[in-house]
Nanobody, 121 residues
Framework: QVQLVESGGGLVQPGGSLRLSCVAS????????MSWFRQAPGKQREFLAS???????NYADSVRGRFTSSRDNAKNTWYLQMNSLKPEDTAVFYC???????????????WGKGTLVTVSL
């Protein structure tokens, strides 16, 4: 029943910026952690950033200082602000959520369908 939907992808020039959004619907419990991943053509899925409901963040070394994760708990929405984009950032970006239902002893993992980011002249 839980669905995650990404938006904000598109074409941007090197050095430019984009902000990605992810909205979760059908959530009946707590979103413990929200994350962003990407997958470039011919490469493995790569972790980029995560943020807890309390606002604690983690970043991959490749994007630290350029990307910033944030969230709006009231709207079950989280964001990835991407600055100083490089051609090698081109990939499909995916949002992820770890959700713990009320009364559950474990969290469940959910994925969006992805949004394409292309960095090119």
């Amino acid at each position: 029943q839980v669905q995650l939907v990404e938006s904000g992808g598109g074409l941007v020039q090197p050095g430019g910026s984009l902000r990605l959004s992810c909205v979760a619907s059908g959530v009946t419990g707590n979103i413990n952690r929200m994350s962003w991943f990407r997958q470039a053509p011919g490469k493995q899925r790569e972790f980029l950033a995560s943020i807890t409901s309390a606002g604690s963040t983690n970043y991959a070394d490749s994007v630290r200082g350029r990307f910033t994760s944030s969230r709006d708990n009231a709207k079950n929405t989280w964001y990835l602000q991407m600055n100083s984009l490089k051609p090698e950032d081109t990939a499909v970006f995916y949002c992820n959520a770890a959700i713990q239902r009320v009364g559950s002893i474990w969290a469940e993992d959910y994925w969006g369908k992805g949004t394409l980011v292309t960095v090119s002249l």
